[in-house]
Each structure stands twice: as structure tokens, then as C-alpha cells.
């Protein structure tokens, strides 16, 4: 098979989207991604690819297009621009490159924004290409909870632009249950919708361990690790309002990732006194992870209280399943359901603060042994629903259905 992989990122950050592609080449594909220059989590251009443009047209036997755009930058202006920029640089130049090549089939990520589909839809309008379309982030829901826009007039207009993608996609995969009814609001053909939940990387399970010697393991501390994306959705006040009530405990938060409110985050901890507390490591390659997951005693996963986000399962709880270490988390809906049904830790409401610190205290005080079965049990039910085999099978039925359609 030919197959068009669309997403405006196509870059570290996606390991999941990174992982399909390479087992579409293993496959024996023929697998090619029209993706944005790389510039996630960024203000500039990332400065690899600055250095050598040429080593990033190729990605283990893929051929990568890279549509130009206006940076991300550090503002909400700069970012609805990169996002206008990637549709409006991909419906042109990327297709233009794309012109003399024929797909069976068009898969799109779509994480935000949900513009990235419009290229693929387009490419159908014109060749009758049919696209699957894997939502990891619900539009316009997600722009209303983080407060990105609050005009009900643009809210609505976005929702049809949201209902023109859906509508003109032959298969829409939902990354949890809970996006089911949202993506139901948005489009006419409910029987073509599915769960195609997302995998841990493992990357970060195969990596070699490496040492890099930036913790202090003779301390007797509690480590709980929060890994990932530091953004408005991850609801870091009720992380810092929760460092203050363990301040005379042995619990300390190890913080490693980039995000939105990185530079607010390290002011903040710097303001309350709590470097003892909240240590802030920055961002780490996949490959280095597995020395902050080895030598944390709890993983930390948050989000908003917003009814948007109790619909979603974060990608850090299957890899902090997958890794086997007890989870803790502060969120609500269908994430806080897989977490306290599988027994892998404890999920307390989001931004309820002494739920958190209780919650924390307790698993600071519990022996290896009880700790190791939270493990244990994430590890089995990681294995038996977020399996990378068990999700890849579901995608290929689906391939199978719309080719032979």
C-alpha cells in the first residue's frame, strides 16, 4: 500500500505517531508524511533541523514533506497564525508536491489544531482518497476550556468548519470513548466513528537505562515525577497549592518536560520558596527518560477541571502503566475511571487539592510491596487494552473496510 500520513507535527514529541509510521514501513509500505517544519514546543525552528533541512526529508524508509510556516512563538496571536499558516502552506505547497503520487489511503493525526485535516479532506475532494481520521483533541471544546477563544460567534463558526472534516472522512477514531459523543455533535455518519486508544512508546520501555546522575538517590525523599507537556491544561497551581501543604513531608515533585507556562511554573516555585519541593528539569529526549521514571516512587498525571478534559485519557497514563509504577493522579472522568478500575493507583478530582495531598501522603507511607502491585496491576491492564499489536489490528480492520468499500 501507498499511504499519506498528514499531521501538522511530525517530530519527537509524537512518539506514538513516530512508532505507526515505522511499523507502516516494517510493513512493507510505502509511507509518506506531509507534516509542518518543526517548531512544537518551541518559539524558533528547532535548531537541528536549522542545521541540516536535508536529514529531515527521510525518516526510517519514510519520505517526509515539510510545509513551511510562521513559528509558534510565545503568544496566542503567533500560534493561531502557526496554525492558519501549516493548513493554508500544506492545501498548497504540499499538495503541489504531492501531485504525481497516488495513495490507497490518507491517515490523519489529529492532536491540535484540527485545521491539520483540512489538506487531507482536500486531497480526497480531489482524488477520492479515502482518510481515517484519528482525533486526539476535540475542537472547538478544547479552544473554549483553555480560554484560547471565547466568542460564541467564532466557537460556532469553528464547529462547522469541525463538522465540514468529520463529515468528509471515510473513518473517525476517537482516542477514548468519551470523544464519541462530541465527535457525534459534529458530523451525519455515526456508524463510521470508533475507539482507537493510544499506546505507550517503547522507546521508553526498550531504552537503555543511562545515568545521569541529577537526583539524589541517597535521599530518603518520596519522588513523585510529572512528565510532559507543562501547559494551562495540566493545572500546575493545584500541583504548586499541594507542594505547600507537603512542605514538612519527604515528598518532592520532579517536574521534566516544556510547555506554555514553563517560565510561570520555575517564577512561581521560585516565589513560594519551593525549590526543595518542585525541582524543575526542563525537557529530555524519549531516550533519556527512563533514568527519571526509574527513580521515582509515583508517577503524577493532572488536568483542568473542565468537562472537556474528562473526556480524554492522557497519553502519560498508558506509558506510566506501561512503565509499572503507581500513578497518581488529579483529574475527572473517563482518565480517573481506568485508573482507580485497573487498580494502578489512586485518581482524585481535579484541582481538590487535599484529595491530592492525601492521596500522595498515603502511597508516601505505603510499603514496596503495596506499591509494587499498583505497578503490577497497571502493567496487566496496560496489556490487556493499550497493547501497540492489539491497537494496530483495530486500525488495519479499518484500512481493510474502506479499500474494500
Known amino acids: 500500500m501507498n499511504i499519506l500520513i498528514v499531521s501538522q507535527y511530525f517530530w519527537p514529541e509524537f512518539l506514538i505517531l513516530n512508532e505507526?509510521?515505522?511499523?507502516?514501513?516494517?510493513?512493507?509500505?510505502?509511507?509518506?508524511?506531509?507534516?509542518g517544519e518543526p517548531n512544537y514546543g518551541e518559539k524558533d525552528l528547532h535548531s537541528?533541523?536549522?542545521?541540516?533541512?536535508?536529514?529531515?526529508?527521510?525518516?526510517?524508509?519514510?519520505?517526509?514533506?515539510?510545509?513551511?510556516?510562521?513559528?509558534?512563538?510565545?503568544?496566542?496571536?503567533?500560534l493561531v497564525l502557526n496554525y492558519i499558516s501549516f493548513a493554508i502552506s500544506a492545501c498548497t505547497y504540499g499538495l503541489f508536491k504531492l501531485r504525481k503520487n497516488k495513495f490507497d489511503f490518507v491517515f490523519v493525526f489529529q492532536s491540535s489544531p484540527v485545521t491539520a485535516a483540512l489538506p487531507a479532506v482536500i486531497y480526497r475532494n480531489l482524488t477520492s482518497t479515502p482518510v481515517i481520521l484519528w482525533v486526539q483533541d476535540l475542537w472547538p471544546d478544547t479552544l473554549e476550556a483553555v480560554g484560547v477563544v471565547k466568542n460564541k460567534r467564532l466557537l460556532a463558526i469553528?464547529?462547522?468548519l469541525v463538522s465540514y472534516i468529520y463529515n468528509r472522512s471515510d473513518v473517525i477514531l476517537c482516542q477514548s470513548k468519551g470523544f464519541i459523543k462530541s465527535v457525534k455533535r459534529y458530523t451525519n455518519f455515526q456508524s463510521k466513528i470508533d475507539v482507537l486508544p493510544n499506546w505507550s512508546s517503547t522507546e521508553l520501555i526498550n531504552s537503555k537505562y543511562e545515568d545521569l546522575g541529577l537526583i539524589n538517590t541517597e535521599s530518603s525523599t518520596?519522588?513523585?515525577?510529572?512528565?510532559?507537556?507543562?501547559?494551562?491544561?495540566?493545572?500546575?497551581?493545584?500541583?504548586?497549592?499541594?507542594?505547600?501543604?507537603?512542605?514538612s513531608s519527604n515528598v518532592r515533585f520532579l517536574i521534566v518536560g516544556s510547555g506554555s507556562v514553563l517560565s510561570w511554573l520555575r517564577n512561581e516555585v521560585a516565589k513560594e520558596k519551593l525549590e526543595d519541593k518542585i525541582i524543575i528539569f526542563g525537557r529530555y529526549p524519549i531516550e533519556k527518560m527512563k533514568y527519571f521514571?526509574?527513580?521515582?516512587?509515583?508517577?503524577?498525571?493532572?488536568?483542568?477541571k473542565k468537562e472537556i478534559f474528562s473526556l480524554t485519557i492522557p497519553s502519560k497514563v498508558q506509558a506510566y502503566m506501561a512503565f509499572g509504577k503507581p500513578i497518581i493522579a488529579s483529574l475527572d472522568g473517563v482518565g480517573a475511571k481506568v485508573i482507580n478500575s485497573?487498580?494502578?493507583?489512586?485518581?482524585?478530582?481535579?484541582?481538590d487539592i487535599e484529595a491530592l495531598f492525601s492521596s500522595i501522603m498515603y502511597l508516601s507511607k505505603s510499603s514496596p510491596d503495596e506499591?509494587?502491585?499498583?505497578?503490577?496491576?497497571?502493567?496487566?491492564?496496560?496489556?490487556?487494552?493499550?497493547?501497540?499489536?492489539?491497537?494496530r489490528n483495530l486500525l488495519y480492520k479499518h484500512v481493510d473496510s474502506i479499500l474494500k468499500d
Open 293 to 304: 521514571f526509574t527513580h521515582s516512587d509515583a508517577l503524577l498525571v493532572t488536568l483542568s
Open 371 to 391: 506499591l509494587n502491585r499498583y505497578g503490577q496491576n497497571g502493567r496487566h491492564y496496560y496489556s490487556e487494552n493499550f497493547d501497540k499489536n492489539l491497537v
Open 48 to 78: 537541528n533541523f536549522i542545521l541540516n533541512k536535508e536529514k529531515f526529508k527521510f525518516y526510517k524508509g519514510c519520505t517526509i514533506i515539510r510545509a513551511p510556516i510562521i513559528l509558534r512563538g510565545e503568544n496566542k496571536i503567533q
Open 342 to 351: 485497573s487498580k494502578s493507583g489512586i485518581a482524585t478530582p481535579s484541582g
Open 158 to 160: 469553528i464547529g462547522r
Open 20 to 35: 505507526l509510521v515505522e511499523d507502516f514501513v516494517a510493513d512493507g509500505h510505502d509511507v509518506t508524511v506531509l507534516t
Open 222 to 247: 518520596f519522588d513523585v515525577l510529572f512528565a510532559g507537556n507543562i501547559g494551562e491544561a495540566q493545572d500546575f497551581p493545584t500541583i504548586l497549592a499541594c507542594a505547600k501543604l507537603l512542605r
